[in-house]
């Protein structure tokens, strides 16, 4: 991509692109970074499209603008597609070895050493170790050294870069059992249909998978907690045995009962590992519980009561460093030359990882030709906000990207991404010329479909509208009056949804959510083009308040924040309400500097203050 000579070091080739948690890439904000990540050059995107089995839309009940894709993956084909993809990449030298020291010089990295003596010199290097920096394994009250189940642990390279003077860390993750997919009773489950109207990951891709699978719910039971609580005494996260943090927003089965003990049933999703493997990934139950205690609480659950275990869950205490070391490009502070990307920042999940990957690698090669680094703010990107909360603030435990993060989420969607970013990869040189051009005729064509909506009227509820205007209404879709835009029956007088009083028969009517639906038209427009022409119109107001927002990002030092409990506050989360009643920051600005305090929950604040000013207590 961009012409220099790279090698890179892994600890096995055939774990390339290996999944270790569950088969599926996107979901809600994990799809904008996934998008993102493609419009400036990356794979992930393109690998995931290859090796989709289903592709779900989340969010559907709310509007296109916060609509969330998330594909199953076939987590079998997904590392020899990964290593393909790699494998064609010109001026990269693939080598198994294991990283044993970074040789520094003068506070420069200038040299790695491997396992078995070799040291490649090097002017910058990546480190993307996962989670296999000093990791110790837990199934019960055993455990062991392993950065994956049966893969070893990379503990000289955390000692090395701990004696760099880096400062470590642990955190802790985890993941469930493996199930033989022969020995389930789908029938007592309920059938997840995938999403055909969905939008592939990749911009340059227009074709979605038709031979796509289901997924299966199903749940926990008051069995299945019993059996849980029963066996707390052996579970090393209720033993003190794991000392780590872990993922606040995907927690282990036994956390789930003991911290939510009023939930009498948790949601678990049955997601296939491969279109040619028995293997599923019942996603919801991760665990470290003892094997014999994960089978009998397995077999209490509907449709599971036979289920066969081809893996055991387990959780992981794996190293990393703070990432508040590290400069925006993702290189150290401490050691030119040297950056770190994925779960060694403090992130969970492939997009985290993938996002920072591209950001660390694009650095990294600036660096060695002597270019100016490449740096996304928070209002061009969600990678501007992963990278600006990591290194500005930190995290004291495992990161995950939420829209709630920005508070730009309508502006940085998932659907305009390549729009967004194809011209900073086009003129890094990530992106082809093709490839720019296909993100620039997308803007085209959206920008023509706006200009002709305010021009093209029809009767609609017995009055002459510009389409503009109809589509601001908020059960009004592009699709439906889609004809209309087109010169089709322009001046035929017809109310796009009903007729007389009698729903069109073009269109269908969701009776459940009352939204109209017509079957997608045939006129040279892809979803991508009428949904953001869509979003463009309806959303217009909130977009251009989310602008105001930005200029007054600049002064929130200058608002004092009152003397209050925080949980009075509607909206607010437990997680920002815990640490702004704990630390009791002075003003918007110190609060917004804290980790784990979102800028959306900080325009709370803001609003709240506002509209409450006169009577709230000062400090």
Same mark, same amino acid.
């Given at each position: 991509?961009?012409?220099?000579?790279?090698?890179?070091?892994?600890?096995?080739?055939?774990?390339?692109?290996?999944?270790?948690?569950?088969?599926?890439?996107?979901?809600?904000?994990?799809?904008?970074?996934?998008?993102?990540?493609?419009?400036?050059?990356?794979?992930?995107?393109?690998?995931?499209?290859?090796?989709?089995?289903?592709?779900?839309?989340?969010?559907?009940?709310?509007?296109?603008?916060?609509?969330?894709?998330?594909?199953?993956?076939?987590?079998?084909?997904?590392?020899?597609?990964?290593?393909?993809?790699?494998?064609?990449?010109?001026?990269?030298?693939?080598?198994?070895?294991?990283?044993?020291?970074?040789?520094?010089?003068?506070?420069?990295?200038?040299?790695?050493?491997?396992?078995?003596?070799?040291?490649?010199?090097?002017?910058?290097?990546?480190?993307?170790?996962?989670?296999?920096?000093?990791?110790?394994?837990?199934?019960?009250?055993?455990?062991?050294?392993?950065?994956?189940?049966?893969?070893?642990?990379?503990?000289?390279?955390?000692?090395?870069?701990?004696?760099?003077?880096?400062?470590?860390?642990?955190?802790?993750?985890?993941?469930?059992?493996?199930?033989?997919?022969?020995?389930?009773?789908?029938?007592?489950?309920?059938?997840?249909?995938?999403?055909?109207?969905?939008?592939?990951?990749?911009?340059?891709?227009?074709?979605?998978?038709?031979?796509?699978?289901?997924?299966?719910?199903?749940?926990?039971?008051?069995?299945?907690?019993?059996?849980?609580?029963?066996?707390?005494?052996?579970?090393?996260?209720?033993?003190?045995?794991?000392?780590?943090?872990?993922?606040?927003?995907?927690?282990?089965?036994?956390?789930?009962?003991?911290?939510?003990?009023?939930?009498?049933?948790?949601?678990?999703?049955?997601?296939?590992?491969?279109?040619?493997?028995?293997?599923?990934?019942?996603?919801?139950?991760?665990?470290?519980?003892?094997?014999?205690?994960?089978?009998?609480?397995?077999?209490?659950?509907?449709?599971?009561?036979?289920?066969?275990?081809?893996?055991?869950?387990?959780?992981?205490?794996?190293?990393?460093?703070?990432?508040?070391?590290?400069?925006?490009?993702?290189?150290?502070?401490?050691?030119?030359?040297?950056?770190?990307?994925?779960?060694?920042?403090?992130?969970?999940?492939?997009?985290?990882?993938?996002?920072?990957?591209?950001?660390?690698?694009?650095?990294?090669?600036?660096?060695?030709?002597?270019?100016?680094?490449?740096?996304?703010?928070?209002?061009?990107?969600?990678?501007?906000?992963?990278?600006?909360?990591?290194?500005?603030?930190?995290?004291?435990?495992?990161?995950?990207?939420?829209?709630?993060?920005?508070?730009?989420?309508?502006?940085?969607?998932?659907?305009?991404?390549?729009?967004?970013?194809?011209?900073?990869?086009?003129?890094?040189?990530?992106?082809?010329?093709?490839?720019?051009?296909?993100?620039?005729?997308?803007?085209?064509?959206?920008?023509?479909?706006?200009?002709?909506?305010?021009?093209?009227?029809?009767?609609?509820? #017995?009055? =002459? /509208?510009?389409?503009? !205007?109809?589509? $601001?209404? +908020?059960?009004?879709?592009? @699709?439906?009056? *889609? %004809?209309?835009?087109?010169?089709?029956?322009?001046?035929?007088?017809?109310?796009?949804?009903?007729?007389?009083?009698?729903?069109?028969?073009?269109?269908?009517?969701?009776?459940?959510?009352?939204?109209?639906?017509?079957?997608?038209?045939?006129?040279?427009?892809?979803?991508?083009?009428?949904?953001?022409?869509?979003?463009?119109?309806?959303?217009?107001?909130?977009?251009?308040?989310?602008?105001?927002?930005?200029?007054?990002?600049?002064?929130?030092? #200058?608002? =004092? /924040?009152?003397?209050? !409990?925080?949980? $009075?506050? +509607?909206?607010?989360?437990? @997680?920002?309400? *815990? %640490?702004?009643?704990?630390?009791?920051?002075?003003?918007?600005?110190?609060?917004?500097?804290?980790?784990?305090?979102?800028?959306?929950?900080?325009?709370?604040?803001?609003?709240?203050?506002?509209?409450?000013?006169?009577?709230?207590?000062?400090?």
């Amino acid at each position: 991509m961009l012409g220099l000579n790279t090698l890179l070091l892994t600890l096995s080739l055939e774990a390339i692109g290996k999944l270790s948690c569950n088969p599926a890439v996107g979901g809600i904000a994990k799809g904008n970074l996934v998008r993102e990540v493609d419009a400036l050059g990356g794979l992930i995107a393109k690998i995931a499209d290859k090796c989709a089995l289903n592709y779900r839309i989340l969010n559907k009940s709310k509007g296109k603008a916060v609509w969330a894709t998330r594909a199953q993956v076939d987590s079998f084909e997904y590392p020899t597609v990964a290593r393909k993809f790699l494998e064609a990449c010109p001026n990269l030298t693939i080598l198994q070895a294991k990283v044993k020291n970074i040789l520094v010089k003068n506070k420069k990295i200038y040299a790695v050493e491997v396992n078995f003596g070799e040291i490649f010199e090097t002017k910058t290097a990546i480190i993307c170790a996962g989670t296999f920096l000093k990791s110790k394994i837990h199934i019960g009250l055993n455990s062991f050294s392993g950065g994956r189940l049966s893969e070893e642990s990379s503990d000289e390279l955390f000692e090395s870069i701990r004696k760099l003077g880096i400062v470590t860390k642990h955190f802790k993750t985890g993941t469930c059992a493996r199930l033989d997919a022969r020995s389930l009773d789908f029938s007592k489950m309920t059938e997840q249909l995938p999403d055909m109207e969905a939008i592939p990951f990749s911009f340059t891709n227009n074709t979605l998978p038709q031979n796509q699978l289901s997924c299966y719910i199903t749940y926990t039971n008051k069995k299945t907690h019993d059996i849980i609580l029963k066996n707390l005494n052996r579970s090393p996260l209720y033993t003190g045995k794991i000392k780590a943090r872990g993922v606040r927003y995907c927690p282990s089965l036994e956390d789930k009962i003991v911290k939510f003990k009023d939930h009498k049933r948790h949601q678990i999703f049955i997601e296939p590992e491969g279109r040619n493997t028995v293997e599923v990934y019942p996603n919801g139950i991760s665990t470290s519980l003892p094997f014999d205690a994960q089978l009998k609480f397995i077999h209490t659950i509907d449709g599971l009561k036979n289920a066969l275990v081809l893996r055991p869950g387990y959780g992981i205490e794996h190293g990393l460093i703070d990432a508040q070391e590290l400069c925006a490009t993702l290189e150290s502070k401490k050691i030119s030359g040297l950056y770190f990307a994925g779960q060694v920042n403090g992130t969970t999940g492939y997009e985290e990882a993938a996002a920072q990957g591209l950001i660390a690698g694009i650095n990294a090669a600036l660096c060695v030709k002597n270019k100016k680094p490449f740096i996304l703010r928070r209002e061009e990107a969600f990678l501007g906000v992963l990278i600006d909360d990591l290194t500005s603030k930190g995290t004291d435990e495992p990161y995950r990207m939420f829209t709630s993060r920005s508070e730009f989420k309508l502006s940085l969607r998932e659907s305009n991404a390549d729009i967004r970013l194809a011209n900073f990869g086009y003129n890094l040189g990530t992106l082809t010329r093709e490839q720019y051009e296909q993100a620039l005729e997308k803007k085209q064509r959206i920008e023509e479909q706006i200009k002709k909506s305010k021009t093209v009227k029809i009767i609609f509820e #017995k009055q =002459k /509208l510009a389409i503009f !205007d109809i589509l $601001k209404r +908020p059960k009004m879709a592009y @699709e439906q009056i *889609e %004809k209309y835009m087109e010169g089709k029956d322009v001046t035929g007088q017809v109310n796009p949804v009903r007729k007389g009083g009698v729903l069109n028969p073009n269109i269908s009517e969701n009776k459940t959510t009352g939204v109209y639906s017509a079957p997608p038209l045939q006129v040279g427009l892809s979803n991508g083009v009428r949904w953001e022409t869509e979003i463009n119109i309806k959303y217009e107001g909130f977009l251009k308040r989310e602008q105001i927002w930005l200029k007054e990002l600049k002064n929130l030092d #200058k608002i =004092k /924040l009152p003397k209050i !409990d925080f949980s $009075k506050i +509607p909206s607010l989360s437990k @997680e920002v309400v *815990e %640490k702004l009643n704990k630390f009791k920051p002075d003003n918007l600005g110190e609060a917004l500097r804290m980790s784990g305090i979102t800028p959306a929950a900080i325009l709370t604040v803001y609003n709240f203050i506002k509209k409450n000013r006169s009577g709230l207590p000062r400090k």
